[in-house]
């Protein structure tokens, strides 16, 4: 909302010219308090679900990415050598939490064993774990206030009333958004780079608004700085071109000024500078191009081409049609997720019908609808299907609910013949839906402060094992001391096998035999071998979590979270069984 301008008032407080503008500017003042106070709220929230249970499972990690994220940046932290040992990731988020490290030791130092994470050295994993998950955790409640901004400029320009209304639900779907939350409780990539993003989009809407050369210089390290997080933010360029060709005057009844648009300098200047700014942040790539190829290509191979050797991610005939759908309709919870179809809806509605006599407003829809709709197709075309891969998805779900909330308002408030109760509805639905998002969120965060399963198993282990016992584990096991990690190797092969060779102890997880057991036609083997360890081994212990769940909650959450329980019972965590191999 642009800040009102107040003439000096005379003696009766009314202007010169016997207007009411000095009351009407304290009612817009109050106005844009409240706005501001209300975000605040919104903020609070954020913080509070992204920080509760933020040390879960500590000073273990049980995300896998996590421990390979961690790892990197703490070698860094310590030795100083910024040179990565593999570029599943580009470095520039892994920099940035290698420095907070080493600011938060020395910042946290002189507080020594009374620091608000445990003692501040970098051998304390607790504290290296809650340092970095912090640091993500703000570039999450960052990434809300982004979407806020986002919001409000973009249903500005599409002529929306009360936008700025409509831009603290959408950010208040993202301060609850299950997916953004889950993920901002771990150490990794995803996360920032929707940071990065949401402020790409903020300046490309400046682009379009405005068309300096500084818009576009900042677009494109925006642009970079997120690619240099995670490569393949790269996809966002749509998004500056779009801005850069609406504020060009190109049209698509004449295609050659489409052409000529592309020649502007302001657009090669924002390409270079986002190239620079990439390869800032990872300067080895050049420097290792021949490693950086031998990692990079062959995980892209594996989400287009292969998948998943272990049946991890979402699989069957439409998954790839289902993906997106799911992952926002999770990912944003039902509510909020049905606003969001509705925005996408309206926003392809207002280009259509724009295109022609508004060009202007179909150019300005289009800016921000096109990245999700590309970002859909190009899913189309993955066979790994990790919900967190659609990750860069979700803050432009909950800006185009913003945009559906507004459509649905103003669709309820022309049926009733109630144009002034427009807020009133736009407050109450807003909030049915936030409320309902925060029910799965506050069970989530909740079980996130209950000792885990595999800690629990680990625990009786060290307990109750000869002492440097080595033990078979697979994948999403305990974290004992002594194990030989077998992946999920450990059930492609015979139980005889094992039979009076090496460890006489083995761990199974539910979170990784489920996914065979489940699916017992086309895993026939890995079935044997649990059906033979159950018949010939002796079954030390056993541990369960609840609520017994298909997958690792703190990785993945396909089907919500309204059922977790929130009584003392409740821990997270796989079905974990130790047995003892026949000698």
């Not at 308090?33 to 913080?47: D, I, K, N, Y």
């Not at 102890?505 to 489920?514: G, L, Q």
Request: hydrophobic share 50%; with cysteine; aromatic share 12%.
């Amino acid at each position: 909302m642009p800040r009102p301008t107040v003439a000096a008032p005379d003696g009766d407080g009314r202007t010169p010219h016997g207007g009411h503008s000095v009351r009407r500017g304290w009612v817009l003042s109050r106005t844009r308090l409240a706005e501001r106070a209300l975000l605040v709220g919104v903020l609070l929230v954020a913080t509070v679900a992204r920080f509760w249970g933020l040390q879960y499972g500590l000073p273990y990690s049980y995300y896998p990415d996590e421990s390979s994220v961690v790892g990197e940046t703490l070698r860094m932290a310590t030795t100083g050598d910024l040179r990565p040992t593999q570029f599943l990731w580009p470095t520039l988020w892994l920099y940035i939490v290698a420095l907070s490290l080493k600011v938060a030791a020395l910042g946290l130092g002189p507080l020594g064993e009374v620091g608000p994470l445990g003692p501040p050295v970098l051998d304390n994993m607790s504290f290296v774990y809650s340092v970095a998950r912090t640091v993500t955790a703000a570039a999450g409640v960052l990434t809300v206030l982004g979407v806020y901004a986002v919001t409000t400029r973009w249903l500005t320009l599409l002529r929306v009333t009360g936008a700025s209304l409509f831009a603290l639900s959408a950010a208040g779907f993202l301060a609850l958004s299950p997916v953004h939350i889950q993920h901002s409780h771990v150490t990794s990539t995803d996360v920032p780079m929707t940071a990065f993003l949401i402020l790409c989009a903020w300046l490309s809407l400046c682009v379009f608004g405005h068309g300096s050369t500084r818009w576009y210089l900042a677009a494109g390290l925006a642009l970079g700085a997120a690619s240099a997080v995670k490569y393949p933010s790269a996809l966002f360029s749509v998004t500056i071109v779009v801005a850069h060709l609406a504020r060009s005057g190109a049209t698509w009844r004449r295609p050659m000024s489409i052409i000529v648009s592309f020649f502007d300098r302001r657009l090669w200047l924002a390409g270079i500078v986002a190239n620079v700014a990439f390869f800032i942040g990872s300067p080895y790539i050049i420097v290792d191009w021949a490693r950086f190829q031998k990692d990079f290509l062959p995980q892209a191979d594996r989400v287009i081409n292969n998948g998943s050797s272990g049946g991890i991610g979402l699989s069957g005939p439409y998954a790839s049609v289902l993906y997106a759908p799911m992952v926002v309709g999770w990912g944003l919870d039902l509510p909020a997720a049905l606003l969001s179809l509705i925005g996408l809806v309206a926003g392809i509605g207002l280009i259509a019908c724009h295109a022609r006599r508004a060009q202007g407003l179909a150019w300005a829809g289009a800016v921000l609808v096109v990245f999700p709709l590309l970002l859909v197709a190009f899913s189309w075309s993955w066979q790994l299907r990790f919900a967190r891969y659609m990750l860069p998805l979700i803050p432009f779900a909950c800006v185009l609910a913003g945009l559906g909330l507004a459509t649905f308002c103003r669709f309820v408030t022309v049926v009733l013949h109630q144009p002034k109760a427009r807020p009133l509805v736009g407050t109450g639905v807003a909030l049915l839906a936030m409320v309902w998002q925060a029910d799965g969120v506050m069970r989530y965060d909740t079980l996130l402060t209950r000792t885990d399963t595999r800690t629990i198993a680990a625990n009786w282990m060290d307990a109750n094992l000869p002492s440097g016992e080595q033990v078979m584990v697979e994948w999403y096991g305990p974290p004992y001391g002594n194990v030989r990690q077998m992946g999920f190797d450990l059930s492609d092969r015979p139980l005889d096998r094992y039979m009076w060779r090496g460890p006489r102890f083995v761990v199974v997880s539910s979170f990784s035999y489920d996914r065979w057991l489940l699916n017992a036609d086309r895993a026939p083997r890995r079935v044997a071998f649990y059906n033979a360890l159950d018949a010939q081994g002796t079954l030390l212990y056993t541990i369960t979590p609840r609520p017994r769940l298909a997958y690792d909650p703190v990785q993945e959450g396909w089907d919500g979270w309204h059922d977790i329980p929130l009584d003392a019972d409740a821990r997270p965590g796989p079905l974990l069984r130790l047995y003892e191999l026949p000698r």
